[in-house]
T-cell receptor, first 114, second 114 residues
Framework: GAGVSQSPRYKVAKRGQDVALRCDPI?????LFWYQQALGQGPEFLTY????????KSGLPSDRFFAERPEGSVSTLKIQRTQQEDSAVYLC????????????FGSGTRLTVV | AQTVTQSQPEMSVQEAETVTLSCTYD???????LFWYKQPPSRQMILVIR??????QNATENRFSVNFQKAAKSFSLKISDSQLGDAAMYFC???????????FGAGTRLTVKP
């Protein structure tokens, strides 16, 4: 596609519910990133894929967070047993292999845990 | 670990005037890349300008330019002839040349007054 597409745009989850957030990167972009952006803050790195390989997951805040990209294109960020502190905007970005030209971001998913 | 600091939570500028947003960073690396991103209410992060640390010449993109002071670890953004559409959150970001971890500052909210 022309840009990075994320769905849903908004998600309200009850505490303890599992959620899945989808990211469809730009076609041909090898690298894919997930960021978490709390209200009034800058994005914080969660995880990075190169094709289907998850090369860095050091930013995932707990083992309740899980990301996958099984075919090297679409990625899903899953959060199990959601907590109120998980409420944030989750941004996905993609880039060519080295990413030195900058990343292209999607519009994010705003997750609210009630 | 690298950190990015934006010391101005909010800035205001009159339409058609010039404004400068500040950014400092901390790193022990010599090869890295710096970015300014704009985030309007739509939440999508839009790349404004990019600077390679090994280049002494300051990057410019139309009305946007940077003042890159490598020794001082400073990377400010100047917006000339400000327009109403420039109103947004602006984030400074650092990316090492050796890995894909892009780190963001906390952001500066820019208001443009007509």
């Amino acid at each position: 596609g022309a840009g990075v597409s994320q769905s849903p745009r908004y998600k309200v989850a009850k505490r303890g519910q599992d959620v899945a957030l989808r990211c469809d990167p730009i076609s041909g972009h090898v690298s894919l990133f997930w960021y978490q952006q709390a209200l009034g803050q800058g994005p914080e790195f969660l995880t990075y894929f190169q094709n289907e390989a998850q090369l860095d997951k050091s930013g995932l805040p707990s083992d309740r967070f899980f990301a996958e990209r099984p075919e090297g294109s679409v990625s899903t960020l899953k959060i199990q047993r959601t907590q109120q502190e998980d409420s944030a905007v989750y941004l996905c970005a993609s880039s060519l292999r080295d990413g030195l030209g900058g990343y292209t971001f999607g519009s994010g998913t705003r997750l609210t845990v009630v | 670990a690298q950190t990015v600091t934006q010391s101005q939570p909010e800035m205001s500028v009159q339409e058609a005037e010039t404004v400068t947003l500040s950014c400092t960073y901390d790193t022990s690396e010599s090869d890295y890349y710096l970015f300014w991103y704009k985030q309007p209410p739509s939440r999508q992060m839009i790349l404004v300008i990019r600077q390679e640390a090994y280049k002494q010449q300051n990057a410019t993109e139309n009305r946007f330019s940077v003042n890159f002071q490598k020794a001082a670890k400073s990377f400010s953004l100047k917006i000339s002839d400000s327009q109403l559409g420039d109103a947004a959150m602006y984030f400074c970001a650092y990316r090492s040349a050796d890995n894909n971890d892009m780190r963001f500052g906390a952001g500066t909210r820019l208001t443009v007054k007509p």
